[in-house]
């Protein structure tokens, strides 16, 4: 994910921008005590969270399924359906980026946590369908919009200590599994096929693999990363 030169007139689908834009939307909030630029922001990290889970969903499938995913993400509860559907093949890809990254670079990827992502976008979902609040929770100084503000800061939060952030830029995601050697590719399809979640066993491995293959060497780039 590179980073994005910031633009508040230009809208770019970018979690670097998303994360800039949403600090600047809470500036504002703050500084002219605007209510409306609070539930923007709260809009704004919600479809920062779906974009990063649809993200890794590519990411961890076959092009050949892009077109299905992308047509159930559609639909209603579309992310949550489709994360569902994949999460046992996303699990292994997310898991073994993971485990091998901590072998080969000097800053790994992470798993993304679906369930704490889940909950806040659930509390999001109150600044978003505000059609029943009344007419007190829209001043500025009231606790749900003091909350608000507490809530999008720790999403911000949230999604920054899951990305990587090297040379800045974000990293995320999951490894291009094309570019493996073959040793590694062998041990992916069976972490594919495999029923167990013991992913220390797993690094073990990895760095067993790395020690035989390349002396136990670091990668000096990172060249393999969707």
Known sequence: MPKETYNYHTRVPHQGWLLKHIDVLLHEANKEQNTSFVLYSAFECR????????????????????????????????????????????YRFQTFSEALTKVVLDNPLRVFSYGESGEYQSKL?????????????????????????????????????YYVKKDEEYLFGILNFHTLN??????????KQDVTEDTEALYLRLVKINDETSGGAKAQKIDNIN
């Open 47 to 90: 479809y920062l969270l779906e974009k990063t889970e649809f993200d890794i969903l590519i990411m961890s499938s076959p092009e050949s399924e892009w077109a299905k995913i992308i047509s159930m993400a559609k639909g209603k509860n579309g992310i949550n359906k489709t994360n569902n559907q994949y999460k046992a093949l996303r």
């Open 125 to 161: 979902s109150e600044y978003i369908h505000i059609y029943n609040r009344p007419d007190e929770d829209f001043m500025f100084e009231s606790k749900f919009i003091q909350d608000g503000i507490a809530l999008c800061n720790e999403v911000t939060s949230f999604v920054r200590d």
């Open 182 to 191: 073959a040793p590694l590719k062998q041990e992916f399809e069976k972490w």
